[in-house]
């Protein structure tokens, strides 16, 4: 029996199984069937090798490290040591220890790290090839047999930037290379060219992008003004390349997995940036906080708690108006990107109008369709967008989870995220349901988006527990205003110690 800290389910033992004996593999499951949790046994299994029955066959070199590339957005819900992956799926009988690296803090020395605990290393893509994590990374695989794996490796699909570079440099000394992905490998085959020679350049057999595209790509010589190239029209001979991959791949979706719950939830961790950190600390201690010159109040329980709220998003309302903190939304970002990478459509669900603002404007710069369900839009038109998302027009719905989460379908949507929640426990259980409609054939994703300040929890997190304890959370402030005060005094003590 293998030492499983959680019970997988039969896709991801399967998963294990093979990747125990493949020391480079591509698992690109559907989103929400458990990747990481199949892979964190994997590497465990591995490590512990010589307590495994002999059944259970390891092919390749034993490690005694993990090194993850995951994006920025994604790194705590890895290793945070209460609630990540890491700490709910890691053997309890394997002695190991998680390095979250963070750029701009001083980075352990590598010696400090020892051999007979086995090490989880994680990094952000946007910090890996710069040369202080470059070099101690570098360093660390020098000393230690490691395992390298790239969460949400289509971030290395495009050849010759950095973070492509980084990464397949470190991976030559790795001694074993896996990618974890949602994305389908039919949707671009030169998506993928970076994504195995990561694994191995001898997979496709090409160790050149140019001569990989000139194989699999058609092309037509194109000039726009000065500059000539070649631009790519089409694909050719897909299944050659296939061929070639498939032993080093698997992809099986949501519904196929007929053991995986009909729900399954995950929660992101993003972090303020420094200008909502600032404002959200002042809000909690002072119930006032000031930015670009203007002063926001909150001279009660409730109205502190909606502020604190709106900085987590990324603004907050003032008497004259609408006040943006910094220049970007960590949450809106991070939702981008997760709808960038699911293959299918999505519903996003916001409480106020100003983060349903938010989220347009960076769809429409990245290109995303969407059709919307909101106070502001009478009941012909509320109707007209439900139908045109169930016919696939739009790849997102926004929906105010008031509005947007009573009496529609939306099950066109495989995956549902929240970048806030109404204190309404009710509005929560209606909405959820919008997906979990009569035609709905997989399982349905739930991510809620919850902001962190310096990897600590905030008052998303307090909404979630609400919503766990079945209890409205404007219920748990208003009868419990002593409890939250103390809640947020333990967070902050931890946060500045």
Not at 232 to 255: C, D, I, M, N, S
Request: charged share 25%.
């Amino acid at each position: 029996m293998m030492n499983y800290k959680t019970v997988p389910y039969k896709h991801q033992a399967d998963a294990v199984r093979i990747m125990m004996g493949m020391p480079v593999f591509a698992l690109y499951d559907d989103m929400g069937t458990g990747k990481t949790k199949a892979m964190i046994d994997t590497m465990c299994a591995i490590a512990m090798q010589n307590t495994l029955p002999t059944s259970f066959e390891i092919l390749g070199p034993r490690v005694e490290a993990a090194v993850i590339i995951a994006p920025n957005s994604v790194k705590r819900n890895w290793g945070h040591p209460e609630n990540g992956e890491i700490a709910k799926h890691g053997w309890e009988n394997l002695d190991h220890q998680v390095y979250i690296m963070e750029a701009q803090k001083k980075l352990w020395p590598v010696d400090r790290f020892q051999h007979r605990q086995f090490q989880w290393i994680i990094v952000n893509y946007e910090s890996v090839w710069r040369p202080k994590v470059y070099d101690w990374l570098a360093e660390f695989m020098d000393r230690f047999n490691t395992a390298m794996i790239l969460d949400e490796s289509q971030r290395i699909k495009t050849p010759g930037i950095n973070q492509t570079k980084g990464c397949t440099s470190l991976g030559r000394m790795a001694l074993r290379r896996y990618l974890l992905s949602g994305t389908p490998i039919t949707k671009n085959p030169l998506d993928y060219w970076s994504q195995f020679k990561f694994l191995d350049p001898d997979i496709t057999g090409y160790r050149t992008f140019s001569t990989f595209r000139l194989r699999y790509a058609t092309m037509v010589p194109t000039t726009i003004g000065a500059r000539s190239f070649q631009k790519v029209t089409g694909f050719q001979r897909v299944e050659e390349l296939l061929e070639k991959v498939g032993p080093y791949y698997r992809r099986v979706e949501k519904k196929d997995c007929l053991d995986l719950p009909d729900k399954v939830y995950q929660r992101l961790e993003v972090e303020l940036t420094k200008e909502q950190a600032i404002a959200y600390k002042s809000m909690q201690h002072r119930m006032v906080m000031e930015h670009a010159g203007q002063k926001v109040k909150a001279p009660i329980a409730l109205t502190k708690m909606l502020r604190l709220l709106q900085i987590t998003s990324g603004y907050v309302n003032t008497e004259t108006g609408i006040l943006k903190i910094g220049k970007t939304s960590p949450k809106v970002e991070t939702i981008c990107g997760l709808i960038e990478d699911h293959p299918r459509q999505a519903v996003v669900f916001f409480r106020e109008h100003m983060e349903c603002g938010l989220l347009k404007d960076e769809f429409d710069k990245r290109g995303i369709t969407y059709t919307q369900i909101h106070g502001r839009i009478d009941s012909v038109q509320r109707k007209a967008n439900e139908d045109a998302f169930q016919a696939g027009d739009y790849k997102v719905m926004l929906a105010q989870v008031g509005t947007g989460g009573i009496g529609i379908d939306l099950w066109a949507a495989d995956l549902v995220i929240y970048i806030s929640n109404s204190p309404s426990l009710e509005h929560r259980l209606q909405s959820e349901d919008r997906a979990m409609r009569i035609g709905q054939v997989r399982s349905v994703t739930y991510v809620d988006v919850c902001a962190t300040l310096n990897g600590i929890q905030t008052l998303d997190h307090v909404g979630l527990r609400a919503i766990a304890m079945k209890q409205d959370l404007a219920d748990l402030v208003l009868k419990n205003v002593d409890d939250l005060a103390r809640f947020f005094d333990d967070l902050y003590a931890e946060a500045e110690n």
